[in-house]
Nanobody, 118 residues
Framework: QVQLQESGPCLVKSSEKFSVTCIVSDGSITTRPHDWSWFRQPPGKGLEWIGYIYFGGSTSYNISLKSRASISRDTAKDAFTLQLIAATPEDTAVYYC??????????WGQGTLVTVSA
């Protein structure tokens, strides 16, 4: 059973950038039919989709975050990374990675909390 594990900074200052990384346990990061995604959930709010990186390496983003978010992958490390620039306190959230397989988000990481200080 594949597992996803996020890691990232606990605390970030406003205007800085930060990265959160997701390790894919079974090496399937470039395997059809899997694509990979990032979501976040601010305290007391709903889940927000951030973006995808597809098995071929292309990406797509939530239009509201497109100017600040970037998703990349390191196939040698079986990992994909979200970078967010120009952080604000509104970016405080639990960040989740997930696997997208044939129309379903079938595997989720446990999430990692990133707090952006004012």
């Amino acid at each position: 059973q594949v597992q996803l594990q996020e890691s990232g900074p606990c605390l970030v200052k406003s205007s800085e950038k930060f990265s959160v990384t997701c390790i894919v346990s079974d090496g399937s990061i470039t395997t059809r039919p899997h694509d990979w995604s990032w979501f976040r959930q601010p305290p007391g709010k709903g889940l927000e989709w951030i973006g995808y990186i597809y098995f071929g390496g292309s990406t797509s983003y939530n239009i509201s975050l497109k100017s600040r978010a970037s998703i990349s992958r390191d196939t040698a490390k079986d990992a994909f990374t979200l970078q967010l620039i120009a952080a604000t306190p509104e970016d405080t959230a639990v960040y989740y990675c997930a696997r997208y397989t044939e129309g379903y988000l079938d595997v989720w990481g446990q999430g990692t909390l990133v707090t952006v200080s004012a």
